[in-house]
């Protein structure tokens, strides 16, 4: 391994937003990180690409951030004041390629370079070392780190339960995950079930609705539906997310809690009327949907 410097050697291993960040964090730190990124530039989710690639999240053209700018932006780097409240995923990727040049991230970064097993060394309980082996066109390398920084993401892999789906194999129609989502001119003019209700479902329901014969929905626990736009017209996340908010989330009993979400939920739409309203005993595990204004 060619000496960086004085510094502790960090193997950051992933691109992505964390990556990134880690990999700030690092220079910030003095330390002397080296990212791997096994594809060929940075963005991770955010980079959208036509072609979905294996170990790496995949996009659909129309994903616009549910959280806002104010709220996602790194804390000594804030979005430029031009770019809208939501962002269009185009956008995210801009953002990161502004924060890399801005820190000087890219010349720390293998493209090309997957990680394929971080060991202990055999002197680990003294020295706290790893070995860190790497794969870059087709040839294996390794490398000593005095510590490791996994940020691999969490949406690479699509999880498609066909055994809860008894009687699929027999079903002549399209079935697909997610994952495979690029453009609604698959639903052309067909009969279309999204199974589930989060974020992707009900973006995909939306545009799958504009083409399809019809569309519905399928949710085992129904969802609390928020706007992305709130109160005074302010992000529903800076809303939330406030110091008084924690305060009530962690402090009041959970019925109590319970109730002043489903109040304020359905305050601007009966979650009833549509059957969507979620249990009481699943409080915990609804997390909103941005649906509507600003999602165009
Ligand atoms: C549809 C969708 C919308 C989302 N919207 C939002 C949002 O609006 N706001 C928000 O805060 N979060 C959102 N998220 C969550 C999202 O996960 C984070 O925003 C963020 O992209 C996570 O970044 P990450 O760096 O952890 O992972 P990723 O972006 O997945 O990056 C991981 C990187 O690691 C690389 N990698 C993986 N394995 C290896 C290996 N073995 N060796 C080398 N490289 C490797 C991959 O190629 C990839 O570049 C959304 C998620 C999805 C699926
Ligand atoms: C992703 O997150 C889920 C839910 O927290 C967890 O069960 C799963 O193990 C995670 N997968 C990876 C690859 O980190
Ligand atoms: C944003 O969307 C992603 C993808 O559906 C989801 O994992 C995440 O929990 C959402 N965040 C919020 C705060 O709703």
Redesign the pocket.
Known sequence: MPAEGTGMRVAV????????AATKCCLDEGLEPTC????QD??????YTEHI?A???S?YPS?I???SKEM?AFSDFPFPEHFPVFLPNALLLDYLRRYAERFGLRERIRFG????SIRKRPDFATTGQWNVV?EAGGKQTSDIFDAVMV??????EPSLPLQCFPGIERFRGQYFHSRQYKHPDVFQGKRVLVVGMG??GVDIAVEASRVAAKVSISTTRGAWLFSRVSEHGYPWDMVLNTRLMSLIKTNLPGPLAWWLINHKANQRFNHENYGLQPEKRLVSVAFPVCHGEGSK
Do not use: K, Y
């Open positions: 291993v992933g691109a992505g937003v964390t990556g990134l791997f990124e096994q594809s940075i963005g991770g989710l955010w980079r690639e170990g790496r999240p996009l994903v951030s549910n959280t996602s370079t997957t990680v394929v790497t940020c691999t993401g969490n949406f690479s974020n992707s």
